[in-house]
């Protein structure tokens, strides 16, 4: 259990809430968030968005019960969280170029991603992002572009940087594959799966993602894949 010191509507249906104590965790990986003991049944994944020696910081959309139940906590009241669970973002060499591209919620493990990649280039998709763009901003010596009612991946260039993370909606990651193999871009691309998740430890597979060799499990052996490797929908 851990005591929520903040929980803020940022944007219209987005909040940011943040939870007292020491936590684990590296850039992309997610806890199992609950504030209930049995209904809704599942916890919901909830990606790192931030931590520091206060706490730890997640952003999320309301969208169903689960996170309508999360969004009326106050701060004093309790929040469940187990992780941090998932493989995360990649290490990659200090001196390559890297972008961090995100669409809608997408966009929340990518700021944690800035306390690594500082100098990383970042491209918002994303409609209310105003208070979010401005703290993206802050933690950059990079670009921030900011792509409101835009396609955002068409923004960037692929031959422009060693790595490319993309987190968003699968009609995007998609997108990501094919401008991939349609630029012959020799950048390692990487995208982070927003896959269902009920369990967080690789025992119910509900996860389960088509890759090219074989099935794999977003919550172990993901949510952050190689765009080439998943085979999508
Ligand atoms: Fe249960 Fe991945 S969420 S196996």
Redesign the pocket.
Known sequence: MAEIMANVEVAPNIFRIKAAGSFAGRMGQFYMVRAWDKYPLLSRPLSIFDRDEAGIEFLYQVAGEGTKLISDLRPGDELQLEGPFGNGFPEVQASGRVALVGGGIGIAPLFYALRHYSSSDVYLGFSQEAYLAERFKAATTGMVLVNVGGIVLEQVDFHAYDTIIVCGPEPMLKAVQRKQLETGSSANVYVSLENR???????????SVKCKDKRR????DGPVFLAEEVVFG
Do not use: D, F, Q, S
């Open positions: 998740m009920a369990c967080g430890i690789g025992a119910c597979l509900v996860c499990k977003a919550c172990t």
